[in-house]
């Protein structure tokens, strides 16, 4: 028998805004959603589940990750329930379910707590700067070894054992018994979905052009990580290298500017309801963007040497992303949505008992 926890719809309520209970269930939002299937139906099942309080029938569920925040489910609403924010806070409680550290659900609950997270690693980055006697060469050195470490660290100690927890609960739980071969005959879903969200491209009215955004964000993204890792784009001298950095980081910045721009305009469904996590989310991408460019073109001019004010600002950015935002704030999302899609695509290819 399905456990009801009656506290559950409060509790959500700290991950977001809710008027759900307006709900009457008519089911007009699962009609207009363009990605809501026979096989796969929402957003008004979730909606039934949370005010009923079926906590780990919403935990087992991957049906969250498969919205895309479009909107047009809450514009449909008769009852301004809004939907979409429903599944959008229902990916924040994901999130924080998955997350073993228990950090993700107190970063997402408490502003104070990101406030003073967010200052201890700035503390830290000045300390670490203060230890060096604010040496550019060994700051950017250690900077460098820096990021390869937070990569890996983060990799094993939480983005692993998280995903093992969201296996567990949405397929382990679930009665899912899948061989061995469907987890690698559904790999090229993960990847796709991790690389071009074209499940996006099927939401917002065909709005293609912030699909395309989304795109040339996370293809920038992840090749300035690459560039400046792998290809330690501070310290080369190959002109491709360099002029490849500042390309990245260069789209990076109009990208999350745009974006940022549209969450203060609140000109479209998913820029209605800006929680904490998502303003720092694209501020911090923004900033990211900016002062690798920054730092870069400083090295470039020879003025980092007599500004070593501006590699301390990047390098405590940085930090803040990597330690923070990254591992346990809305970074999370685009790895959880892919693995949600790899997972559903298992359970898709179980045969009916
Ligand atoms: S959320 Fe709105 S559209 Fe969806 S079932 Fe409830 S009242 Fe109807
Ligand atoms: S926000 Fe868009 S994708 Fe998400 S449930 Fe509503 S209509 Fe579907």
């Known amino acids: 028998m399905a456990k009801v926890n009656p506290e559950f719809a409060t509790e959500l309520t700290k991950y977001g ?15 207009t959603c363009a990605l809501s299937t026979n096989d ?83 503390a830290g980055v000045f300390l670490f ?39 567990y609960f949405t397929i382990v739980k679930n009665g899912v018994k899948a061989p ?9 879903e993960l990847f796709v979905h991790m690389f071009t969200q074209k499940r996006a491209k099927d939401c917002d009215n065909k709005d293609n052009f912030r699909w395309l955004e989304h795109f040339v964000l996370v293809l920038s993204y992840l090749s300035l990580l690459f560039t400046t890792v792998f290809l330690n784009w501070f310290g080369t001298g190959s002109l491709f290298i360099i002029v490849l950095g500042y390309v990245e980081s260069f789209l990076i910045f109009v990208v999350t500017t745009h974006f940022v721009s549209d969450r203060i305009k609140k000109n479209k469904a998913l820029n209605t309801f800006s929680q904490p996590s998502d303003w720092l989310f694209v501020i911090w991408l923004l900033l990211m963007g900016l002062t690798a460019f920054a730092v870069r073109l400083f090295i470039d001019l020879q003025l980092l040497e007599n500004n070593l004010w501006m590699y301390i600002i990047h390098l405590t950015v940085l930090a803040q992303w990597a330690l923070i935002i990254v591992p346990f704030g809305k970074w999370t999302h685009f790895l959880y949505r892919s693995f949600g899609l790899y997972f559903a695509k298992i359970k898709s290819m179980q045969k009916p008992a």
């Open 17 to 31: 805004v809710g008027d759900f209970n307006a709900c009457f269930n008519c089911g007009n939002c699962t009609a």
């Open 40 to 122: 796969s139906s929402f957003p008004r099942e979730m909606i039934r589940y949370t005010t009923l309080g079926l906590e780990d029938e919403l935990r087992s569920s991957l049906k969250p990750w498969e919205c895309y925040y479009c909107g047009e489910c809450s514009q449909e609403c008769p009852r301004q329930a809004n939907p979409g924010e429903l599944m959008m806070t229902l990916r924040r409680w994901l999130t924080a379910q998955y997350d073993w550290t228990g950090l993700s659900g107190l970063l997402y609950r408490s502003l104070m707590f990101t406030i003073a997270a967010l200052l201890l690693v700035a």
């Open 129 to 167: 700067a203060r230890s060096t006697g604010f040496d550019a060469e060994t700051m950017l050195h250690t900077g460098h070894r820096f990021e390869m470490l937070a990569i890996g660290a983060v990799f094993v100690a939480i983005f692993i054992p998280n995903l093992l927890r969201m296996w």
């Open 180 to 188: 061995l071969k469907h987890y690698f005959t559904a790999l090229s």
